[in-house]
Each structure stands twice: as structure tokens, then as C-alpha cells.
T-cell receptor, first 117, second 111 residues
Framework: GAVVSQHPSRVICKSGTSVKIECRSL??????MFWYRQFPKQSLMLMAT?????????EQGVEKDKFLINHASLTLSTLTVTSAHPEDSSFYIC?????????????FGPGTRLTVT | GENVEQHPSTLSVQEGDSAVIKCTYS??????FPWYKQELGKGPQLIID?????GEKKDQRIAVTLNKTAKHFSLHITETQPEDSAVYFC??????????FGAGTQVVVTP
């Protein structure tokens, strides 16, 4: 099956610093990847759509200058949280459409727990 | 845009009983409805999905039904086991890959 990995699984950073999270499709190519944010006991909220070779598309209310997305290859997308603040502490999850029986199946990474102190 | 409502928010069942989670969606253009299981501290795992041209789909103890006219779909888990305890999310999509999630249901299966 389609496997998506994320690195790191957990990260703690100080307020004002930047943090990069990687999302990789391990056994398939993904021209599109999605980044979600999930606060405790809440649902997943789509932040942005990452497109290989072009600019990401951000959802309404998501600051594109704060959450930098780079999709430099068909297997890697990165999310950089710039000038992180405690309110950015959250569970960040990426996903990619798999190469199964249709374009709709979407597979999620294991998530990255970001804590900003 | 799409709005997905999910009920109940919590569900406690005895081992061996059935569990049913219901979702409604607002966008009639939605045509793909997956269900995800999320365990604590992990990413969501796709457990079953259904497309708009099908009314029901079953995979062992898990089944999903879709009523396009009423814009609702349901997850049915039979013969529940303790390892079914998790948070379950429904989602709907009307465009390739972009999912709108429900609020989630915490399922607790007690032995």
C-alpha cells in the first residue's frame, strides 16, 4: 500500500525560531500533497495544497508567509513554520493521493507534534 | 464550501455489539466519502471509502452506506473489539484529494 512518512515525529522549539517538517511518499510519486493541522481533540483542518514544481495553494485564513511550503520533488514536500509562537503548537499531518484504484484515495503520514516554548 | 457534520461525538459500546456513526454533507457535488481511524498520537488511517455511484460497501466487519438524496453516509462496525477503540473521522470530497472532515467520533469498546 501507499506509505507516507514524516520527519521529525516530534519537535520542540523556542518561540521565534523556525521549524521544518518533511513529508515523503515512500513507494509512489505524488505531484500533490496536503498539509493539515490538528489541535487536541479536534478534527483535521486543511492548511494548504502542495504542488510539485509550483506554488502551494493556501486555505483561507492560513498565512502563507508563516507556513512556507516547498514541493521540490515528486516524493518530498516540506512545511516550514517560521517565527513560531506557542499558538502554533499543534499536530501537523501531511497526506498524498495514493496510486490505488482511483485518484481519490488519500494516505496520511504519521504526523509531527510541534511544541513551541 | 463543503460542510460535514458527524454524530455522535462519543460512542461507548460493549465488545461484540455494533457501532454506527453518521455523517451529513452539504455539497451535492461531493462524490467521494472516506472514513478514517485515528489512534492517539498517530496519523489517520483509511479504513473504508465509498464513491457516489455506490450505495453500500462492505469490508469484513466494516460497512459504509451512502444516501445521496439525503446527503448522508454512515459507518457500521459489527462485532466490535477493544482494538476498534479510536477516533473515527468521516470526510467528503468534491475535488481531487481535497477533503473536508467531520468533527470526529471517539469510540470506546469495553470488554
Amino acid at each position: 500500500g501507499a506509505v507516507v512518512s514524516q520527519h521529525p515525529s516530534r519537535v520542540i522549539c523556542k518561540s521565534g525560531t523556525s521549524v521544518k517538517i518533511e513529508c515523503r511518499s515512500l513507494d509512489f510519486q505524488a505531484t500533490t500533497m496536503f498539509w493539515y493541522r490538528q489541535f487536541p481533540k479536534q478534527s483535521l483542518m486543511l492548511m494548504a495544497t502542495s504542488n510539485e514544481g509550483s506554488k502551494a495553494t493556501y486555505e483561507q485564513g492560513v498565512e502563507k508567509d508563516k507556513f512556507l511550503i516547498n514541493h521540490a520533488s515528486l516524493t518530498l514536500s516540506t512545511l516550514t513554520v517560521t517565527s513560531a509562537h506557542p499558538e502554533d503548537s499543534s499536530f501537523y499531518i501531511c497526506s498524498a493521493p495514493g496510486s490505488g484504484t482511483g485518484p481519490y484515495e488519500q494516505y496520511f503520514g504519521p504526523g509531527t507534534r510541534l511544541t513551541v516554548t | 464550501g463543503e460542510n460535514v457534520e458527524q454524530h455522535p461525538s462519543t460512542l461507548s459500546v460493549q465488545e461484540g455489539d455494533s457501532a454506527v456513526i453518521k455523517c451529513t454533507y452539504s455539497d451535492s457535488a461531493s462524490n467521494y466519502f472516506p472514513w478514517y481511524k485515528q489512534e492517539l498520537g498517530k496519523g489517520p488511517q483509511l479504513i473504508i471509502d465509498i464513491r457516489s455511484n455506490v450505495g453500500e460497501k462492505k469490508d469484513q466487519r466494516i460497512a459504509v452506506t451512502l444516501n445521496k438524496t439525503a446527503k448522508h453516509f454512515s459507518l457500521h462496525i459489527t462485532e466490535t473489539q477493544p482494538e476498534d477503540s479510536a477516533v473515527y473521522f468521516c470526510a467528503a470530497s468534491s475535488s481531487w484529494g481535497k477533503l473536508q472532515f467531520g468533527a470526529g467520533t471517539q469510540v470506546v469498546v469495553t470488554p
